[in-house]
T-cell receptor, first 107, second 108 residues
Framework: KAGVTQTPRYLIKTRGQQVTLSCSPISGHRSVSWYQQTPGQGLQFLFEYFSETQRNKGNFPGRFSGRQFSNSRSEMNVSTLELGDSALYLC??????FGPGTRLTVL | KNEVEQSPQNLTAQEGEFITINCSYSVGISALHWLQQHPGGGIVSLFMLSSGKKKHGRLIATINIQEKHSSLHITASHPRDSAVYICAVRSAGNQFYFGTGTSLTVIP
C-alpha cells in the first residue's frame, strides 16, 4: 500500500497571502487529521475529517480551514498568512499513519 | 494546563541501556499513541494503545487507564533509537493532545 502523501513538501509565502496544502491518505482510509508543529508550541491538532465531514476541530482561528473530497483526499487552507503560521504541517491517515509534512515559511 | 505531561524532557543513554519514558495525562481517552520523530520531521507511530501492553521488537509500551499513565520502554538501546519520542492522547471527544516530547540520544 502506498503511504500518506503530502504536497507540496516545501512552500514559501508572504504575509497576507493564502495557501492550500494537500494530503492523500492511505487507500481505504476515511479519516484525515491535520496538525501544526512549531518549535514554540510543539505539535497541535488542527482538525479531523471523516467521510467528507469535519468531525473535530482544535483551537485555531477561522483562518485555518479544510475540506475532504469523496476520494478521501484532504486539503487545508490558511488565509491571510501571518509570520507565526510558519510551521511544519502534518496530516495523518486514520490517526496513525503520518505523512512527511509540508514545511511552510511565511516571510 | 497541559493535558499530557512527559518525562524526562531529555535523555542520554549508553548503547545497550534500558530506557523508560513516562507519560501522564489528565483527560479521558479513547487511545494513547507513542510517536517517534527523527530530525527532518517525519513522524512514525510506534504504538496505539487503549489498554494493557504492546511489544514490537525492542520496544514495549504499557498503559494504566486507572492511573492515567503510560510508559515506553526501549530494551538494549541503539544509536539509531536516537530521536524525539512523543506521547499523544486521543480524547473521548476525538481531540488530540500532545506531550512536549522526550529527546533521546544513545551514545555508542
Amino acid at each position: 500500500k502506498a503511504g500518506v502523501t503530502q504536497t507540496p513538501r516545501y512552500l514559501i509565502k508572504t504575509r497576507g497571502q493564502q495557501v492550500t496544502l494537500s494530503c492523500s491518505p492511505i487507500s481505504g482510509h476515511r479519516s484525515v487529521s491535520w496538525y501544526q508543529q512549531t518549535p514554540g508550541q510543539g505539535l497541535q491538532f488542527l482538525f479531523e475529517y471523516f467521510s467528507e465531514t469535519q468531525r473535530n476541530k482544535g483551537n485555531f482561528p477561522g483562518r485555518f480551514s479544510g475540506r475532504q473530497f469523496s476520494n478521501s483526499r484532504s486539503e487545508m487552507n490558511v488565509s491571510t498568512l501571518e509570520l507565526g503560521d510558519s510551521a511544519l504541517y502534518l496530516c495523518a491517515s486514520n490517526w496513525e499513519f503520518f505523512g512527511p509534512g509540508t514545511r511552510l515559511t511565511v516571510l | 494546563k497541559n493535558e499530557v505531561e512527559q518525562s524526562p524532557q531529555n535523555l542520554t543513554a549508553q548503547e545497550g541501556e534500558f530506557i523508560t519514558i513516562n507519560c501522564s495525562y489528565s483527560v479521558g481517552i479513547s487511545a494513547l499513541h507513542w510517536l517517534q520523530q527523527h530530525p527532518g520531521g517525519g513522524i512514525v507511530s510506534l504504538f496505539m494503545l487503549s489498554s494493557g501492553k504492546k511489544k514490537h521488537g525492542r520496544l514495549i509500551a504499557t498503559i494504566n487507564i486507572q492511573e492515567k499513565h503510560s510508559s515506553l520502554h526501549i530494551t538494549a538501546s541503539h544509536p539509531r533509537d536516537s530521536a524525539v519520542y512523543i506521547c499523544a492522547v486521543r480524547s473521548a471527544g476525538n481531540q488530540f493532545y500532545f506531550g512536549t516530547g522526550t529527546s533521546l540520544t544513545v551514545i555508542p
